[in-house]
């Protein structure tokens, strides 16, 4: 699989063990009831963290997060952040997992007694499922960076879906993947409600012109958590970065571009359509950016 999300196969994977509710399973076992309301509904909230040298990265931003966005669907999630951590750690613990994992915490609003969509339905508590894979990314995401492209689907209003809320109702992103793939593009440019662009299907997205970074204004894209790290270390190193609204006539003679996410980063842009860009190149301030991202997480591992 080739793109933003590109890793290289772990054989281990299929030895591993998952915990659902508290209990460790192996792969194999591993289940969750056809009532469930993610399974029925995508009613739930999730996370993607990662692990790097037996440190969870940035996780007290992700806990925040799931918490925030489980507050925004009217989801109670009946464990502290200790709890969540502490379950996080006794999956990997058992996995004996220190280093490139890719950990997948998702919270449901637990079994329905038929499938029904009010709430009402639910009966008992929450479902949540932690999935610790060994996860690393193709170095070629790196060297050879992804192509993107305009697709029509667009990002949705607040009163339809707040995009803020990392909620397991990825429809919208799948229809974007799948028209960027038909396409001919690893990922595809998405637009607001206004014509403006956003971000990326899974990964949010960033332009450089003029040695200035450009990013959307953040009002229709997942609040990332790479993304606000990436903001955070344009300004501290004297980037010039601009948070704003712009359509795509607007960067589309751009030098360079990047896409961010938990799992691999900052990912330069090689392509935009049929346009060839700088970012791979050694000298671009794509990997200018990579290399302080990295920099920085190695300096929160303590």
């Known amino acids: 699989m080739k793109g933003s999300h590109s890793y290289?196969?772990?054989?281990?994977?299929?030895?591993?063990?998952?915990?659902?509710?508290?209990?460790l399973f192996h792969r194999s076992e591993a289940k969750i009831s056809v009532f469930d309301s993610g399974f029925l509904l995508g009613d739930g909230v999730w996370e993607g963290i990662r692990l790097h040298k037996s440190q969870l990265i940035f996780i007290d931003d992700h806990i925040d997060r799931i918490f925030n966005s489980a507050s925004g669907i009217s989801l109670k999630i009946p464990l502290s952040k200790e709890d969540i951590i502490s379950e996080i750690k006794?999956?990997?613990s058992k996995n004996s997992m220190t280093n490139d994992v890719h950990i997948r915490l998702i919270i449901s609003r637990g079994d329905k007694i038929t499938p029904y969509q009010n709430p009402k339905a639910n009966v008992?508590?929450?479902?949540?499922?932690?999935?610790?894979?060994?996860?690393?990314t193709s170095p070629e995401t790196y060297s050879e960076g992804i192509s993107i492209g305009r697709v029509n689907i667009i990002r949705p209003a607040k009163n339809i879906l707040n995009t803020h809320y990392n909620t397991l109702s990825?429809?919208?992103?799948?229809?974007?993947?799948?028209?960027?793939?038909?396409?001919?593009?690893?990922?595809?440019?998405?637009?607001?409600?206004?014509?403006?662009?956003s971000t990326c299907n899974s990964t949010n997205l960033f332009f450089i012109k003029d040695n200035e970074v450009w990013t959307s204004a953040g009002e229709y894209c997942l609040n990332g958590i790479t993304r606000g790290?990436?903001?955070m270390i344009c300004q501290s190193n004297d980037i010039p970065i601009l948070e704003k609204d712009f359509i795509f006539d607007?960067?589309?003679?751009?030098?360079?571009?990047?896409v961010t996410g938990t799992f691999a980063g900052i990912i330069p842009v090689s392509k935009i359509e049929s346009r060839n860009l700088k970012s791979t190149n050694a000298d671009s301030l794509v990997n200018q950016i990579r290399l302080l991202y990295n920099k920085h997480i190695q300096e929160n591992i303590y």
């Open 90 to 92: 006794k999956v990997l």
């Open 8 to 23: 290289i196969s772990n054989p281990l994977n299929e030895d591993i063990y998952i915990n659902i509710n508290g209990e």
């Open 250 to 258: 607007d960067i589309i003679d751009c030098d360079e571009a990047f």
């Open 124 to 136: 008992g508590p929450i479902n949540f499922v932690i999935i610790p894979e060994h996860k690393k």
């Open 229 to 231: 790290k990436t903001i």
């Open 170 to 197: 990825k429809l919208n992103c799948i229809l974007a993947s799948i028209e960027a793939n038909n396409l001919g593009f690893d990922e595809g440019i998405m637009n607001d409600p206004h014509g403006n662009v």
